[in-house]
């Protein structure tokens, strides 16, 4: 199977990163260095000494205007705290308006850093915000289709809608999956949609162990899965052209 490697950007947006302009103007210069993707975390609250948190969604609509070719999109966005035709639609109006460049991806999200579930009432349970997960994952593959939408399912309905129009990209949008380095389920999610971001890698080798894990989940194992693999993000100020991709 042949590789590709590709290189992104990857930034929280807290304290001068919390400026959609400086985030556009960002984006815009790695663009034009020649970075291939620029993604954005998704959070509501992060630990001292954040003291700013921008909204990775107007910053990436931000983003969208000010390029023309670079990969965009939240990494990851914690699907269970967001109403899933809300997402439905933002989704594709992000993509419509960055001309078919949108990549989703999607996690549980944690309390780790910023207590972001427990400070605001949200799911604190796991198991629930996993089984939410998957149920918004399943509405916005239909809705991104464009025909009626109809879903009964444990925490959410949506009765008979149609989301026009649909995501610029054929199928649908691109869905990355993040999941901690072994945890089956993550990989099971993976192996239904397009790419897999793990948490925690220790080594190389454990890449290639969990490619062929997600690979015989996967009904046809020669469909390829897209590989995110993060270094530590830089804090970078505002102003600072980003670095030159690997290999550029």
């Known amino acids: 199977m042949t590789t590709h490697i590709r290189s992104a950007f990857w930034i929280p947006v807290f304290d001068e990163l919390a400026d959609p302009r400086v985030v556009a103007r960002l984006a815009a210069e790695a663009e034009e260095i020649g970075w291939d993707g620029f993604f954005l ?23 969208a205007t ?12 914690p699907v ?3 109403r899933p035709v809300k997402l439905a639609r933002e989704t594709a109006s992000l993509d419509q308006l960055s001309g078919g460049r949108l ?3 999607v996690g549980l ?9 427990v400070s605001t009432g949200e799911e604190v349970d796991a198991r629930v915000r996993a089984e939410r997960l998957d149920e918004t994952l399943d509405i916005l593959t239909a809705a991104w289709s464009g025909l009626p939408v109809h879903h009964r399912g444990k925490h959410y309905v949506v009765d008979d809608i149609t989301f026009l129009p649909t995501p610029v990209q054929e199928q649908r949008v691109p869905v990355w999956v993040a999941g901690y380095a072994g945890r089956v389920n993550p990989m099971r999610r993976a192996a239904r949609f397009d790419g897999y971001f793990p948490i925690g890698v220790r080594h190389p080798d454990q890449i290639a ?7 015989g989940l996967r009904p046809d194992p020669r469909r ?25």
């Open 41 to 63: 975390w998704d959070h509501i609250a992060w630990a001292a000494p954040v003291q700013q948190v921008g909204d990775p969604w107007i910053s990436l609509a931000a983003a």
């Open 209 to 215: 162990e969990l490619r062929e894990t997600i690979s």
């Open 224 to 248: 390829p899965t897209t590989w995110w693999c993060p270094s530590r993000p830089a804090r970078t100020p505002p102003g600072t052209p980003p670095p030159a991709p690997p290999g550029a």
């Open 109 to 117: 999200g944690s309390d780790v850093y910023g207590a972001e579930f």
């Open 103 to 105: 990549t989703l991806g």
């Open 80 to 82: 269970a705290r967001r």
């Open 66 to 77: 000010a390029t023309e070719s670079i990969r965009l999109g939240p990494m990851v966005t």
